[in-house]
């Protein structure tokens, strides 16, 4: 035996061998990384701050809401969305942007009531000012918003609803089911995803081909009129809660295989590798093997996956919400928000209220972002 | 490969089996039978009680609804199979198959035209952006793909109205024909009055069947133009169009034909979100107004079809695919 592969063996320096200079080497940790790679995809990027502004409007949507988002008001029913202006109708320039307030007029030609700016008066905008009291998070009284005009003016910058609610801050509001509900929902299906994939993957023969051909059956069904017939037998009396949790389960029911696969096929190349055989040989339990060392090496794929996943959620939440089969008020989200348009006349005369599909685009378009830039960062071991 | 073609039809097989006895599920799931819904459907309708519980007897008999049920299942995919009766709407008055049969064909047809169209138009551009990788046109047609698959497709649909309605003052959108083509016989103009009609759902369901064709078209063409064969064919000097078209392209086609079972269940969902916001009369608007009603025959009926459809997709994929590519090994 030689002196290296004693000291190999033993891991005790033997003397009168050269020890080896260790330097100091500035260790990169998987995360680290993984952020280095993800951090060169400018579209990520993007994608990523798409989301987090959306998750900040919609957490803090009673500071950046100039008004109280939960307050009707049927007398400012359909205000178009007030124009920011500098210059006022006498042609003076103000450093301080401004708005007018609409008032009520007839149209002298068609005696139909219209909104129209009132010039006699200039309302400034501020930032940071008091307005109504509203709670933050929940728990903290507070009266501070974003922006605000004085007492007697009303600042609507993507106008109101049939019910005169500011349309901004409801939809800095229904942000937070939109979000939170596809986040839940997609949770519980990335829970039930891992547990059969790994189980699949692990385990192998006659479970992994029962399994195996659950997931198939559950892939082939269709997922939308599925979702709509589910959807449609939530009980409309149900109290908020029980639809909120009901819709997510619904969409878990249908979106955990593309998981289930993608994790049954890490597992299944792990399996073989030397770290889970030398776990085994040691006489750690299942349970050890999947929960320290399995599940940890498929969490990143499971990250992606769920990001990817959130989008369709998503969607699909905000079209059955929009025809009034998903959620249903007092909770609101963007495809509930949506539900006003398919008036058509209302529609027609007020085209500012199809705004919410801007919102539902961006958080769209964002989790794709990101999900696409991790989905690249996540093995940042493999040669680009 | 027949032995691998009988396997594919045994396991479609039973996933049929399996996909009836969910749809059968979601007829059962709602509270009461369906005759006492149907009863009091009738007694909101001012009819007397009797004569309502007369008639929901009848409708129990006539749909076996007293019998266990296993044994209504095996009924109602008996009554399907034999008669063609899926079970009785009341908001309708009919049985849900003649229903079925009245919009069946238009949805199939829209469905495989936006197919069809979404396929092409994709797979040319993916061979057009494959070689011009990260120049401008492949990044443009990168971030258009990502836009065509996050915007909400009803969303689409209603902007769509709302332009065609506002703007260009076309009001009969809610059929499939002008009055003055609906009893005349098929004919050159009766077809083009029938794209003005449908095109708003084609394009709508199609443009994100364009975008997904168009980034996996784009992914295989890399592929393979990175293969040594392709160096090779490019080493005797032919055109690049031609080491493209003829040498690259087909062997890039192979997963699209894959594909297509996937991109199906997108196309049929897409067709039914369109279709609800557009009032089109096919399987879609149907459905949704099954649900609110509650006219649970129709919802379960349809969503039956909808999974016999993307089945027999995917089958026709599967099978296509092994005629068309000898790689693939069926063991």
Redesign the interface.
Known sequence: MTAESAEILTGQPIAGVAQPIVLDEAHESYFQLVWRRFRRSRVSIIGGLMVLILVILAIFADFFSPTDISQIDLKSSFIPPQQVHFIDHEGNFHLRPFVYNYVYELDPKTFRAIWAEDTSKIYEIHFFVQGPEYKLLGLFPSRLHLYGVEEGGTVYLLGTDKLGRDLWGKACEAGRISLSMSLFGTIISILFGSILGIASGYYGGWIDNVLQRFT??VA???????W???A??VPKTADSFTVFVGMACIFALLTWTTLAREVRGKVLSLRETDFIMAAKEMGASDARIIFRHLFPNTLSHVIVILTLTI?GVI?AE??LS????GITEPLISWGLM?RN?QD?QA??QN?WI?TP?AF??VA??GF??LGDGLRDAADPYAAK | MLNYILRRIVIAFFMLIGIGIVSFIVIKLPPGDYASRYEGYLLARGMSQEDADRAANLLRQQYDLDKPVPTQFVLWVKGMVTEGKFGYSFAYGKDVGVLIAERLPMTLLIALLCHAISTIVGVGLGIYVAPRKYGFMDNLWAILAFIFTSVPRFSLAIIILFVLVFTFNQPSLLSFFSPEYVFAPWSFAKVVDLFKHIWPVLVIAGLGGVARNLRVMRGNLLDVLGAQYVQTARAKGLTESKVILKHAVPNALHTIVAYQGTVLPYMMQGELEAAIILGLPTLGPLFYESLVNQDIYISGSLLLIYGVLILAGNLLADLSLAVLDPRIRYS
């Open positions: 198939e059956f082939a069904f269709p997922n939308l009129p599925l709509m017939a589910l449609a037998l989008p969607l905000s079209f929009f025809l009034g089969i949506m348009t058509i529609l027609g085209a199809l599909i539902i685009v769209v378009l794709n972002f």
